[in-house]
C-alpha cells in the first residue's frame, strides 16, 4: 500500500528555506491536491516526494519505507510536468515505450503495456505520430500515458493541464478523475485552478510559503476555512 507520509519535511537552496517543516499523511488511493500562490513550494513539495530534490530534513515515507536517499527510479512513483517534454522525434508509442525499453523491458511486454495505457486513455488512433502532428490535450494524454505504463502506486502531476485552453481543461479533468477511479493508484496534484482542486481532490492541501495552512476535504475548507488566506484562496473562482 502505498501510503505516502510526511514528517516535518524541509528543504532549503542555500539559504532560502523553501519548504518549512511540512508534515502530511496521504492514504494509498487518495487524491490530494495541493494548492497555494505562485513560489509556496508546490513544485519543490513534488519534486522532493518524487526525488528530484532531496529534502533538507525531516522524513519521507512512501508505503511505510523510508524514501529520503532513494533513488527517484525506486520510490514507485511517476511524475507527469505541465510542460509535456515529449520526445519530438519518436512517435506517440515509442514515446510512450521508452522509459521500459531503456529499463530493459521485453519487447512484447513493452507493447502490452503500452496498448493498455493507449486503449485507457483513448490514444489508439494516434500511435504512429509524431508529437507535432498532435494537439495540446493529445501531448498531455501522451505524457500521461507515459507515466501509466510505468504502473506506479503514486501518480504526482505539477499543473498539467495550465497549458491547455479552457474547454480542452474541463475535458482533460474529467479524463483525470476517471483515470484514478479505474487505477486507484494514490495522486498528488498541483494546480492553480479552484474548480479543479474542488472537483478532483478527495482532500486538498493549502500551501503559504512553504508552510501548510490547511488541510481537509473540499467542501470542509470551503465551509470552514481556518483564516482568511484559505478562504480567499478556496472561495474565490478566478
Ligand atoms: P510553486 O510551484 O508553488 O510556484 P516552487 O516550488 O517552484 O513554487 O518554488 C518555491 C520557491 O523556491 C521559489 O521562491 C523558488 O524561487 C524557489 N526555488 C525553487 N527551486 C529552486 C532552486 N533549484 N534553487 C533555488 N531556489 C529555488
Ligand atoms: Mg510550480
Given at each position: 500500500?502505498?501510503?505516502?507520509?510526511l514528517t516535518e519535511v524541509r528543504k532549503s537552496f542555500g539559504s532560502t528555506d523553501v519548504i518549512r517543516g511540512v508534515s502530511?499523511?496521504?492514504?494509498?488511493?487518495?487524491?490530494v491536491v495541493f494548492v497555494g500562490p505562485s513560489g509556496c513550494g508546490k513544485s519543490t513539495l513534488l519534486r522532493a516526494?518524487?526525488?528530484?530534490?532531496?529534502?533538507?530534513?525531516?522524513?519521507l515515507r512512501i508505503g511505510g519505507q523510508l524514501m529520503n536517499h532513494v533513488d527517484p527510479s525506486k520510490r514507485g512513483i511517476a511524475m507527469v510536468f505541465q510542460s509535456y517534454a515529449l520526445y519530438p522525434h519518436m512517435t506517440v508509442r515509442e514515446n510512450m515505450g521508452f522509459a521500459l525499453k531503456h529499463a530493459g523491458e521485453p519487447k512484447a511486454q513493452v507493447a502490452e503495456k503500452v496498448e493498455r495505457a493507449a486503449a485507457i486513455l483513448g490514444l489508439q488512433p494516434l500511435m504512429d505520430r509524431k508529437p507535432k502532428a498532435l494537439s495540446g490535450g493529445q501531448r498531455q494524454r501522451v505524457a500521461i500515458g507515459r507515466a501509466i505504463v510505468r504502473d506506479p502506486e503514486v501518480f504526482l502531476f505539477d499543473e498539467p493541464l495550465s497549458n491547455l485552453d479552457a474547454e480542452l481543461r474541463v475535458h482533460m479533468r474529467i479524463e483525470v478523475a476517471r483515470l484514478h477511479r479505474e487505477l486507484g493508484s494514490t495522486i498528488i496534484y498541483v494546480t492553480h485552478d479552484q474548480v479543479e482542486a474542488m472537483t478532483l481532490a478527495d482532500k486538498i492541501v493549502v500551501l503559504r510559503a512553504g508552510v501548510v495552512e490547511q488541510v481537509g476535504a473540499p467542501l470542509e475548507l470551503?465551509?470552514?476555512?481556518?483564516?482568511?488566506?484559505?478562504?480567499?484562496?478556496?472561495?474565490s473562482p478566478r
Open positions: 500500500m502505498a501510503d505516502v507520509t502530511l499523511d496521504i492514504k494509498h488511493g487518495e487524491f516526494i518524487s526525488g528530484l530534490e532531496e529534502i533538507s530534513s525531516g522524513e470551503y465551509d470552514n476555512p481556518a483564516n482568511t488566506f484559505v478562504a480567499g484562496f478556496i472561495g
